[in-house]
Nanobody, 123 residues
């Protein structure tokens, strides 16, 4: 069964840090490109970061470059998003997603999605 489960969200003050995790079933994770997206209230879901199977290629949206780091541990079927220097505008539900091919990683064309984890950054 396909499954992606996010964790690590919470409430943090501006300038603080959080690390999100996404645990996937082995079948979903193996060979997959993975991504993080977020959706703030009243806004469209937007791309945050993506990483290919080997971890050798990553991409970020401009607003998080230099603050967020995406990584993965293929031995644990887990992807991470280290978020530093958080800002109130980072407040959103964060979703992980998986797809088979490393292309169009910034679009929402992913095959599998998790249920999301809430990140709230207070000013």
């Amino acid at each position: 069964q396909v499954q992606l489960v996010e964790s690590g969200g919470g409430l943090v003050q501006a300038g603080g840090s959080l690390r999100l995790s996404c645990v996937a079933s082995k079948r979903t994770f193996s060979g997959a490109a993975m991504g993080w997206f977020r959706q703030a209230p009243g806004k469209e879901r937007e791309f945050v970061a993506a990483i290919n199977w080997s971890g050798g290629s990553v991409t970020y949206t401009d607003s998080v470059k230099g603050r967020f780091t995406i990584s993965r541990d293929n031995t644990k079927n887990t992807m991470y998003l280290q978020m530093n220097s958080l800002k109130p505008e980072d407040t959103a539900v964060y979703y992980c997603a998986a797809k088979s091919a490393w292309k169009n990683t910034g679009s929402k064309e992913y095959d599998y999605w998790g249920q999301g984890t809430q990140v709230t950054v207070s000013s």
